[in-house]
């Protein structure tokens, strides 16, 4: 949703799961790296192919299932659904939820 990287839905398993394909911003030397992981040894791993949508499984109209924002190092229930042209995600950590808006690449 902030115009910095493209986002590749894809199946994974009997669900489907995102991960990040492209940035569209240079990345720093080395790669853009998960540093602001609350798990200390996960920060050095690189952001391009990380997976950050999980278990997305339909749910009538939906996708439901996990997210994870590397911006915060957060993760959150995720809902995943199209609206027109674009594609919908709801983010929710515990009772606090944010949508966003994802175009097509």
Do not use: H
């Not at 992981?37 to 050095?44: E, I």
């Not at 009772?95 to 097509?104: E, G, P």
């Amino acid at each position: 949703d902030d115009g910095k990287s493209i986002i590749q839905f894809y199946p994974c398993g009997a669900s489907m799961c995102g991960k990040i394909a492209r940035f569209l911003v240079p990345e720093p030397k080395g790669g853009a790296r998960d540093d602001k992981n609350p798990d200390k040894a996960l920060r050095t791993r690189k952001l391009l192919g990380l997976q950050i949508f999980s278990n997305l499984a339909p749910a009538k109209t939906r996708f439901k299932g996990k997210g994870y924002s590397p911006e915060d190092g957060r993760n959150f229930n995720a809902e995943v659904w199209r609206e027109g042209n674009v594609l919908k995600v709801r983010g929710c950590v515990t009772v606090i939820c944010r949508t966003v808006t994802f175009t097509k690449a």
